[in-house]
């Protein structure tokens, strides 16, 4: 069984060097922008095995149209803004909105949310989504290791999260700060919205469970849906 966590923000916030710290646990120092990358990591979480898939999506305006469909694939999210730019912390509630309005809009279509039953009236959930879903939602501030440069306050953050019914981490993709406190709450978001009950594990590949700590990289070039190994 997957969980797939797409992250999502704007152009140069880090959403590759997050990713890549989490499966990798390497720093990438030289921004390449992505269009569209998938990361596979084999992990434990509460003492259960897990199999994650994680996309590392584009930010740039020019791949906007690819967005709906990127959410209509995920099951948890990462939005991401740097706590160096306001502007990036502005389009948050934006791209929140617009996830839940995706997923809205799947449920009436298909009736599905992502690989598991979406009902817009289920109970909230640990992470305070009622009304729209159980679609578990993690704001970062990311760069909370360049003060110098700060331009959005923790509580800034942390009061939009609370408004719009997320959780929220600032964290350092550079020094690896609370990366894998954020992967491992959008997990468990996702385990209530599929159900899991406490102690049953994801099956890793083959069906058997996966191990922990295990990361392994993979590219999707553009709309090619199947990953290849880099």
């Known amino acids: ?16 060097a997050l990713t890549v710290q989490f499966t ?13 990358d998938c990361y ?12 994650l898939e994680v996309l590392d999506t584009a930010g740039q305006e020019e791949y906007t149209a690819l967005r709906d469909q990127w959410i209509r694939d ?4 990462l939005v991401v803004y740097s706590v ?25 279509m298909g ?13 909230q959930s640990p992470l305070g989504v009622r009304a729209h879903g159980p679609i578990p939602i993690v704001i970062i501030g990311n760069k909370r290791d360049m003060q110098h440069l700060r331009d959005v306050q923790p509580e800034e953050g ?16 550079k020094h690896g700060y609370n990366v894998e406190n ?24 083959g069906g058997g469970p996966g191990g922990p700590g295990q990361g392994g990289a993979r590219r999707r070039q553009k709309r090619n849906k199947n990953c290849v190994v880099l």
């Open 1 to 16: 069984m997957l969980f797939k966590i797409t992250v999502l923000g704007e152009g140069g916030v880090g959403k590759t």
């Open 24 to 36: 990798m646990a390497s720093f990438v120092e030289t921004y390449d922008p992505t269009i569209e």
């Open 40 to 51: 596979r990591k084999q992990w434990t979480v509460d003492d259960q095995p897990c199999l």
């Open 74 to 77: 995920g099951e948890g999210f």
């Open 84 to 108: 160096c730019s306001r502007d990036t912390f502005e389009r948050v509630e934006q791209i929140v909105k617009r996830v839940r309005r995706v997923k809205e809009e799947a449920a009436t």
């Open 111 to 123: 009736g599905a949310y992502g690989s598991y039953p979406y009902s817009p009236q289920s109970p």
């Open 158 to 173: 942390a009061n939009l999260a609370r408004r719009l019914g997320c959780e929220f981490y600032e964290t350092s993709a």
């Open 182 to 205: 954020a992967f491992k709450t959008a997990v468990r978001g996702i385990k209530v919205a599929k159900g899991i009950a406490p102690g049953q594990g994801a099956a890793g590949p």
